[in-house]
């Protein structure tokens, strides 16, 4: 009888530039700490429990950010130094991507899962299978507030990730008919009932 043969384990690069799933819970509701942090750190986990191999990729804000924070054989965050290691406003992130993307060592990974637009950008340099999820869209924020001046750079790496990604994740129906996806699907955000009233 032959053995039976191993599952191999996805290793998945969790990009998420300016959203660190290791914040502390009172660092959320500042700039830059929300929702995604959340999300990121809370689908992580999951996918590491479900024979994937995790590794957040998260750009350092303190020289206390630095190296790997290994979390469980299956999972840690790695955090990567591009641009100056102070707290930046995300819609002045642009810049230091490319910097970014060039310290990803793609060849420990076999996937990306990308968050917001910026993430979006770094994993497409790096040529391999992609997962996206907007979190937010220009397109649909950009009807309310006025655009500042990277908008336009957003709006078209946008439009590029929901052509050439090999899933986009959306969260709503409104945000699913707002864009020509290569592969849509609905994916609606979570609630974590242990906190929500």
Known sequence: MMPAEK???LRVAMISVHG?????????GSDGKGGQNVYVRE?????????????????????????????SDTLRCQYITAGPQEHINRDFLYQYLDEFGRKVERDNFDVVFSNYWLSGY?????????????????????????????????????NLLNAVCDVSFCQTKMEMASADHKNGIILPAGEDVKTAN
């Open 7 to 9: 599952k191999k384990t």
């Open 43 to 71: 689908m992580g986990k999951q996918l590491s429990t479900m024979g994937c191999d995790v590794t957040w990729l998260t750009r350092s804000e303190s020289d206390l950010e630095e190296g790997v924070v290994q979390l």
């Open 20 to 28: 660190n799933p290791l914040v502390s819970d009172h660092e959320l």
């Open 122 to 158: 770094v994993g497409l340099t790096l040529g391999l299978p992609q997962a996206h999820i907007h979190h937010s869209t220009g397109l649909m924020k950009y009807k309310n507030v006025a655009m500042p001046s990277i908008g336009q750079t957003r709006l078209d790496i946008e």
